[in-house]
């Protein structure tokens, strides 16, 4: 079978993804390997759940091309169909090549359970694809502001989103309105109901949330938890293109949540192109709905949890139940 690589592309690549029904059969693999440098992110995810079945080595190299994908949903996806067995700090030491890993970590693998504590409900979660993380479906810390939702979530044994994080799980719930996904509640059963999905959408694409970024000294801090009713947070350089604001398609953004390029649609799909405000010191991270668009906001205020009406989601490991980065 061939791909047109033009707009087509994409729906052409979904339907014959659809089409192998979990089972590859004569699959023309040239064809799909035509389709690894697709200019569309969601091509290019089609390509590694394609190659996931193959188990050639041919294959196996495809797969690690698009590991090292620049955007973050393929890169991830094709990481966890290549080395389902390793945690997120793990997989990136494998990916960046340190030498020998591959060997020494072969043998100090352990089997790790997808259970989660029982103090979690999993049927009130969402699976975020390829971060080995889940969602709850609702907002958790509502009316606070960014510093007393983590506390809030920490109480629930619970942590913010990422803007990555968010960004994957926005996707998701907008493909799976669309028809092009669906969403897994944390006991890996699709979500079916459409009220349930109709209200998921309502609260994931139409409310303002807080997002675990804090810019400081022109470095981003992250992955925060609460230790000794104190909050820490990892110091990261940041890795961000875009030096004004700017519209970006969802399909176009970094391992940090930034876009890596601005989007050229006109107009712009509400949905899919979201305003992206760069980071700004001692401001934080947020996901905001205007009137007229929906927006990733750096520069927000952390004390400020009014002009919006920003609340937040809880995260939790599928594995530990902490924020573990992944």
């Excluded at 700090?89 to 340190?98: F, N, R, S």
Aim: charged share 30%; proline share 4%.
């Amino acid at each position: 079978m061939s791909f047109d690589l033009s707009n087509e592309g994409k729906s052409q690549a979904l339907q014959y993804l659809n089409s192998l029904n979990g089972v590859v059969r004569d699959v023309d693999f040239e064809g799909v390997v035509d389709l690894k440098d697709h200019q569309s992110p969601n091509v290019r995810y089609a390509v590694a759940d394609i190659l996931s079945n193959c188990g050639t080595r041919e294959s196996r190299d495809i797969l690690k091309q698009l590991a090292r994908d620049s955007d973050g949903f393929v890169s991830s996806r094709a990481q966890r169909i290549l080395y389902p067995e390793l945690n997120f700090v793990d997989l990136q030491k494998l990916i960046e090549g340190i030498p020998n890993f591959g060997a020494e970590r072969q043998e100090s693998v352990e089997e790790k359970s997808l259970e989660t504590k029982v103090m979690y409900n999993p049927e009130e979660f969402i699976i975020i694809p390829g971060q080995r993380k889940m969602i709850t479906k609702y907002p958790d810390a509502k009316n606070l502001d960014w510093r007393d939702s983590h506390f809030a979530l920490s109480e629930n044994g619970l942590y913010m989103p990422r803007i990555d994080t968010w960004l994957i799980h926005y996707r998701q719930v907008i493909d799976a309105k669309n028809g092009l996904a669906v969403l897994l509640n944390g006991k890996h059963e699709e979500i079916r109901d459409e009220k349930e999905l109709e209200k998921i959408y309502d609260a994931v694409c139409n409310h303002g949330v807080w997002l675990d970024a804090w810019f400081k000294e022109g470095k981003m801090e992250t992955i925060h938890t609460v230790k000794n009713g104190k909050l820490n947070g990892n110091l990261q350089d940041i890795d961000c293109r875009m030096s004004e604001p700017c519209f970006f398609n969802i399909d176009s953004f970094n391992v940090q949540g930034f876009p890596t390029e601005v989007s050229t649609a006109k107009p712009y799909d509400r949905e899919r192109d979201l305003m992206f405000l760069c980071p700004e010191d001692d401001h934080v991270a947020k996901f905001v709905i205007n009137k007229g668009y929906r927006a990733i906001v750096c520069s927000g205020i952390p004390d400020d949890c009014e002009t919006f009406n920003v609340s937040t989601f809880g995260c939790v490991d599928i594995t530990s139940g902490g924020n573990d980065g992944s």
